[in-house]
C-alpha cells in the first residue's frame, strides 16, 4: 500500500530513502514553512498496489502535531506525528470507489479498529470554488500505534467544469 517503504523507520530516515528510491521524483522544495530537509512532496508513475491507471500520483512525506491515544482507552496527548501521504488522481469517480475497496478489503485483517466519517464543504482552489466530498475511513492499531486513513475524495467545481476524484490513503505514526 506504501510502496514497501520501511515504515518502522524516523520520517527523516525515510525521507533519506524516499530520494535515494528512483520511482519517486521531488517536485516542491516549499511545504508550510518546514524545512526542505524536514520532508518530501513529489510524484510518482509507480501505481504501487492500485490497480487502475491514475492521473497524477502525489507522494508527501511530512511532520503533524496532533492529539492521539496511543494506547487503547488511553487519554489523548499531543504528538509530533510522520505523514507518508499518497494520492492517486483520476478523471472518474467509480476508479476512486473500486479502489477505496480494494485497499479497505486489503486493510481488514490487519486493522480491527475502524471508524467511517463523511463530510461536505466549500473549497476554493487556484480561484476556482465547489463543493469538496470526502468518505473516510480511518483505521488504527496500537501495538504498535499506527493510523491508515483511506478516502474518497470528490472536487465538484461550482462553474460546472471537469470534476477531480481522489483516492487519498494516509500512514501515520509518532515520529522519533
Do not use: H
Amino acid at each position: 500500500m506504501f510502496y514497501n517503504l520501511p515504515l518502522d523507520k524516523s520520517r527523516k530516515e525515510l525521507r533519506e530513502i524516499i530520494l535515494k528510491d528512483k520511482r519517486f521524483i521531488s517536485t516542491d522544495s516549499v511545504f508550510n514553512n518546514y524545512q526542505p530537509s524536514s520532508f518530501f512532496k513529489g510524484i510518482t508513475v509507480d501505481k504501487g498496489i492500485v490497480t487502475s491507471t491514475p492521473d497524477p500520483i502525489e507522494l508527501l512525506l511530512a511532520l503533524g502535531n496532533t492529539s492521539v491515544a496511543i494506547q487503547k482507552g488511553g487519554d489523548p496527548e499531543f504528538k509530533d506525528i510522520m505523514l507518508l501521504n499518497c494520492r492517486y488522481f483520476y478523471s472518474n469517480k467509480e476508479d476512486v470507489e473500486i479502489e477505496c475497496k480494494r485497499m479497505l478489503n486489503f486493510l481488514k485483517p490487519i486493522i480491527k479498529d475502524c471508524i467511517k466519517g463523511k463530510s461536505e464543504s466549500p473549497y476554493l482552489i487556484s480561484k476556482t470554488n465547489g463543493t469538496m466530498i470526502i468518505n473516510e475511513v480511518l483505521c488504527e492499531s496500537f501495538k504498535p500505534y499506527y493510523r491508515v486513513g483511506i478516502s474518497s475524495i470528490s472536487m465538484i467545481p461550482a462553474n460546472g467544469s471537469k470534476s477531480t476524484f481522489v483516492l487519498d490513503i494516509v500512514f501515520s505514526k509518532e515520529d522519533k
